[in-house]
């Protein structure tokens, strides 16, 4: 069950700090928003990743919902003609880019939690065992 819940707290976390930073109109902020997301929530790394991926798109598609009316695929199509490629493939790399983006601010967040927790995983690759504690 407290999977379930920090998969669902860390989604509309996600969602909203990402809609939020997108506004501001720096759009790589989402990077910060995953990441302070991955600092307070717990849990597994892939979940986190894929939450948050998740979240960074369903926070773009909110984004540019209005400017789908407006004609933004009229401009990705000028725009993609420009560049060599599809208009819908551009809309597309947008979504994918903005997941991947927050969903690596999740693993990064994730990863410095751990670390000054001290609770790396790399103990047990390493050497098989517990280390042994000095005192």
Known sequence: MEAKLSIIVSFILGLALGYLL????IWYLVILGGAIV?????GRWLHQFLTLFVAGVASTLIYTYPLFRDGLPKLMYVVGVIAGINGNILLLLMMVISGAMSGAGGLIGSSIREAV???GRTTHIVGGHEP???T
């Open 22 to 25: 997108l506004l501001s109109g």
């Open 132 to 134: 042994e504690a000095h």
């Open 117 to 119: 927790r001290g609770r």
């Open 38 to 42: 991955g600092l307070l929530i717990s």
